[in-house]
């Protein structure tokens, strides 16, 4: 379809801003360059962008069981209150007491998500799980850096980990260990134990795993870095299959990010915004970025910590995004954020069970909220390969689970059906997964050419990155 | 309590059965039985029905001021917002879907995305985009490694970027074992004469902030003369309306632009969600972080999008990524496309002109008022009014907040207005007259 470059003539646009009612102001010098904006009506405009989300499958449109991203159901009523004038309209730097609900707003959300936590500080400045794992090791280092322990320059993190982990210890200045873990995903003790030492800064570790098992050592993994006088980083990507079961603090983690657009309903938006909550012990409080809200006589102000590592993001974060992340907490409270996370490893056992009848597993266990087929002999057999299977399921109308990851297991898929999707959906899902299963035998051509009825076919990635189309080029 | 949870009594017995289970509980069954939550769970209020927490909720935003007339900005800015944008940007498949990492049925972000990069580019003059970052600060600290090679070490920020950017760039060199250098400023801007005695053979970049946190315009060729003549690169932070008017990026010699996306079509919202854009030149395309999409085509030949370059990024990369950014606001940066498309050429030198002829006719009623001008040079919708009396300051921001109206930032040694499109000639007329009561 075509560009919005593309619609529209020259002298058509939309009457929106009104003429100047004082006198007007021209400045010294302006640009020369160009400005080549679209030049559209309101109903042009509107049929683009409504043509574009067509072409877009969101939560709404199906199921969506992209393993390590959540993808769970966005309640409506989260909108209607982040839509809220009383919060859109606010300045972030209007007087506290003219703020004082959306304090108490972040306040009454930093508690809860401290009890889910099992921590006793929680910042929202980070914008996403990233940018929080960045300020969670960045804590670390100011812990380290203050006791002058300079010779701590090495965070440990396992092979399967998610990429961003090794990239943000990369960003803290500190050099990257990486240690196996089992076919399980699980730390290998042994060589945990060898990597550990004076050395060691820290700890980052996801629980449950990549491979969706939750690591039955972790009080022996926690106390091993501990013991070495480093300190342990919960990335909470998996929160989603523990929360009010297990807490990351209990654990033995020193500091937590959670991302509110997983475990906390909050929508993707095609890949962000999010918000990337960190908490953390006590001991660590000193050193998180200010300001943090708290709460006096009913009263709720802003307190900077003494050692911050300063700020991480202009304000207080994604305000907006927590707004309905604590919509979302209010409304299933202590009993429904436990049986949230029940019924997504519940769904997730199920489909594993269902699917291990002709699929093979990565792990064939009970697993927590999400599991990991490995398609290498259907490979080996057919041809047909992890790609091919997940591509099959876009004609189906079904969003493929996440593909080659973690790197531990070969011809990955990862599901994560989340707890709102139900019996049935997933019984539908299985069917499919199924016939696709046997059309790798029957018809392996059919799924080497897959998908076949979306708006685009197979695109040329290779292309893309050798031609570096990044912008739209006027004639 | 409220739950979405579809899952019914007989169906959870029936699943747990093909599970080989008896019971949720023993789905746990392998995690250490002492650290699992005792007497069923969290100490956390149990949940509400939505017609609760909807009155809940409503209650905190109802404890909240709106400001009918807001004159602050100090890096969040109240603009007017087409109603189409609001329209276009709530649809459901936005909203709800991922990360286009299946292009395929993903082609409506990937479209938006390119047409995105495409006019920050128009915008900023510069060659490639990428799909956004998380605010202005944080693409601020991310141009540094962008800049950085093993003989030029140090960073360097002007004393007049906004203090929160400034210091969410130390977080960033904290972070790296980067020296971050603050060059002051004098008469409200950058002062080039220390800046050309700070920059030696180890600095790898200088961010300059257009217009500056004052509202003051720099002479921003002048700057990037001098930060190039010392073999560094020149990173400047922009504002995207003002950008509508101002000499682009490019046009100065900026090696990157970047910038905080809200006052395109986003709502302040005590703090964001917002977006950063960032964009360079072809040559440095490869040292941009984040996301970024090319177009292509398909098996049957047809134009498509797709992410793009991506192993400069940490799934592929790891630790040796150029960044660990996944996540973006993407759908924040799809907000401001939306936005810049209806506004089209026109609406955005328009309201940019609105911006500054307000601001200058404010300014000008503050001084007959009997506040003077606390710097002299060009502004564009900023400005600082000197008032060096800290109680002073308050009587007036108090006088104001009294009728409604947000009144400027405290600064050190005056207060820092903003005037966008939004206020109407009454509005700063009767703004200017409460501060001349006071006075």
Known sequence: ?475 | MGSYVPTTAAQREEMLATVGVKSLEELYRSIPQEMLLKDGGLNIPEGLSELEVRERVSAMAEKNRVYKTVLRGAGAYRHFIPAVVKSVTSREELVTCYTPYQAEISQGVLQGTFEFQTMICELTGMDVSNASHYDGATAAAETIPMCRDRKRTKAYVSAAANPQVIEVMQTYCFASNTELIVVPAKDGRTDLDALRAALGEDAACFYLQQPNYFGQLEDASAVGEIVHAAGAKFVMGVNPIACALLPTPREVGADIAVGDGQPLGLDTAFGGPYLGFMATTAAMTRKLPGRIVGQTTDVDGKTGYVLTLSAREQHIRREKASSNICSNQALCAFTAGVYMAAMGEAGMKQCARLCVSKAHYFAAALEKAGCPLKYKGEFFHEFVTEEADPGHRKKVLDALDAAGILGGAEVDGGILWCVTELASKAQLDRAAAIVKEVL
């Open chain 1, 1 to 475: 379809m075509k560009l919005i470059f593309e619609l529209g003539v020259e002298g058509r646009g939309m009457s929106l801003m009104p003429a100047c009612d004082i006198p007007e102001y021209t400045l010294p010098e302006e640009r020369t360059a160009p400005l080549r904006l679209p030049h559209v009506s309101e109903n042009e405009l509107t049929r683009h962008y409504t043509a574009l989300c067509k072409r877009i499958h969101g939560v709404n449109d199906g199921f969506y069981p992209l393993g390590s991203c959540t993808m769970k159901y966005n309640p409506k009523i989260d909108e209607d209150m982040a839509a809220l004038a009383g919060f859109t309209q606010l300045h972030p730097l209007q007087p506290i007491e003219s703020a004082q609900g959306a304090l108490e707003a972040l306040h009454v959300l930093g508690t809860e998500l401290g009890e889910i936590f099992g921590m006793d500080a929680v910042t929202f400045q980070p914008a996403a799980g990233a940018h929080g794992e960045l300020t969670g090791v960045l804590l670390i280092k100011a812990y380290h850096t203050e006791r002058g322990d300079s010779a701590r320059t090495k965070i440990i993190v396992p092979d399967s980990a998610h990429g961003t982990n090794p990239a943000t210890a990369a960003m803290c200045g500190y050099q990257v260990v990486n240690i196996p873990s089992g076919a399980d995903g699980c730390v290998d003790l042994d060589a945990l134990r060898a990597s550990v030492g004076p050395d060691t800064a820290g700890l980052m570790l996801t629980n449950p795993n990549t491979v969706g098992i939750f690591d039955k050592n972790i009080l022996e993994i926690t106390r091993i870095v501990h013991d070495a006088g480093g300190l342990c980083y919960y990335d909470g990507a998996n929160l989603n299959a523990v929360m009010g079961v297990v807490r990351p603090g209990d654990m033995g983690f020193d500091c937590i990010h959670s991302n509110l657009h997983k475990t906390f309903a909050t929508p993707h938006g095609g890949g962000g915004p999010g918000a990337g909550a960190v908490g953390c012990k006590d001991f660590l409080r000193k050193f998180m970025p200010g300001p943090l809200v708290v709460e006096k006589d009913g009263r709720f102000g802003f307190d900077y910590p003494e050692k911050s590592i300063g700020r991480v993001k202009l304000f207080y974060g994604n305000f907006d995004v927590c707004i309905r992340a604590l919509t979302y907490v209010l409304t299933l409270g202590r009993s429904g954020i436990r049986e949230a996370a029940m019924n997504a490893v519940l769904n997730a056992n199920y489909m594993r069970v269902k699917l291990a009848e002709k699929f093979t597993m990565a792990y064939d266990e009970i697993c927590m909220h999400e599991f990991v087929m490995s398609l290498v002999e259907l490979h080996k057999e057919t041809g047909v390969s992890a790609l091919d299977l997940a591509k099959g399921m876009l004609d189906y109308g079904l969003h493929p689970p996440t593909m080659y990851f973690p790197l531990i297991v070969h011809e990955a898929l990862m599901i994560e059906p989340c707890e709102t999707e139900s019996k049935e959906t997933m019984d539908e899902v299985c069917d499919i997964y199924g016939k696709l299963f046997d059309l790798a035998y029957s018809d392996p051509e059919s799924l080497h050419t897959a998908p076949h009825a979306t708006p685009v076919r197979r695109l040329d990635e290779v292309g893309a990155a050798r031609s570096m189309i990044l912008r739209y080029s006027f004639a």
